[in-house]
Each structure stands twice: as structure tokens, then as C-alpha cells.
């Protein structure tokens, strides 16, 4: 299975690609889409058609992507909302699978720990995927994310009970344009 995780940005983007079969996971590639101050709009082109030349160059069946926090700052999470819609739209047009994860939920899977810091994180991503040199933290978070659809997929399986979508209700199941 190849899985794309995506940790949202309006900003930067960041992107990991995993294949992954039992307990077996390797690195397929990793980046961030990096956005200047261009007006939204512009900005959410950007993302849908980076992320659009991400998928049909490595041809991922499913995406992974967080959910959105509740922000003090409104403005800051409307666009956050905005770059998230418009990953899910890629997806949705690739005919992606699409599963929805908690901050506390990868954090849990990958380190051990929900409230572990973007920096175990980090590190704990580079182990598992035996990556060396520096990894940017948006594209560690994002191959946490596929990890983390994996790794609860893997166990769901394991003990009999299908895949993670059934145990997560805030979980997102696309295919071919429609909402399952």
C-alpha cells in the first residue's frame, strides 16, 4: 500500500510518501510545498497542483491527513482550513482514499506519547523510516501522519477488525467522489 500523509499549511506544506505491507514501511519521498505571500486563492492553486504532481507521479492509494486544531487566532485557521480542503480535494479527484488523524493521535502511534513535541516526533520518524540527515519538521510530521494511517490500520487488521475507518468515526472514506 502507498500511502501519502500531508501535515496542512497555508504557508508550507509538508508531504511524505510511504509504502508500507504488514510491518514493513520504507521512505517513497518526502518535501514541502512552500508558499509565498501571495493572496489565498493564489496560494491554494499552488497546493492543488503541487500536491495533484505528487500523486500522479508516485501514485498513492491513500492519503493520510491531520485534523484541524481549534486556533485562538479564527483568521489563521480558516486558511488552515482552506490549504486542508484543498488537499482533500486533490484526493478526492485522484479517487484517494482519505482518513482524518488527531495531533494526539500521531503523536500516540509514532513516538508512544500524545503529548509528545514536534522534535521526538522528528526523530522517532527518522528511526522508523531509517532516514539520516536533517528532515524539515513539516515533512516529518507528514510521514508521521502516513505512518500513523498505517500502523492503525496494520493493528486493526491484526486483530480482526478491519480497517482503522471503522474504529475512528471522525475518519474521512472517499471514493470516486463520494462520501462512504
Not at 515533512?139 to 482503522?164: E, F, K, V
Request: a positive charge.
Amino acid at each position: 500500500m502507498r500511502i501519502l500523509g500531508v501535515d496542512p499549511g497555508s504557508r508550507i506544506m509538508g508531504y511524505g510518501i510511504i509504502d508500507a505491507e504488514k510491518q514493513t514501511v520504507s521512505h517513497v519521498t518526502s518535501g514541502c510545498i512552500r508558499l509565498k505571500s501571495e493572496p489565498l486563492p493564489q496560494r491554494l492553486k499552488i497546493i492543488f497542483q503541487q500536491l495533484e504532481f505528487v500523486i500522479q507521479a508516485y501514485q498513492p492509494q491513500q492519503l493520510s491527513i491531520e485534523q484541524v486544531f481549534v486556533s485562538k487566532n479564527v483568521d489563521a485557521a480558516l486558511k488552515l482550513g482552506h490549504a486542508r480542503g484543498t488537499a482533500i480535494c486533490v484526493a478526492v479527484l485522484s479517487d484517494l482514499e482519505i482518513f482524518e488523524y488527531t495531533p494526539r493521535q500521531i503523536k500516540q502511534a509514532v513516538v508512544g506519547k500524545g503529548s509528545a513535541d514536534k522534535l521526538q516526533v522528528q526523530h522517532m520518524v527518522k528511526i522508523l523510516l531509517n532516514l539520516t540527515g536533517k528532515l524539515q519538521v513539516d515533512t516529518s510530521d507528514a510521514l508521521a501522519i502516513a505512518l500513523t494511517h498505517h500502523y492503525l490500520n496494520h493493528t486493526a487488521n491484526m486483530i480482526g477488525m478491519g480497517s482503522a475507518n471503522s474504529n475512528y468515526p471522525h475518519t474521512l472514506k472517499v471514493r470516486g467522489g463520494r462520501l462512504r
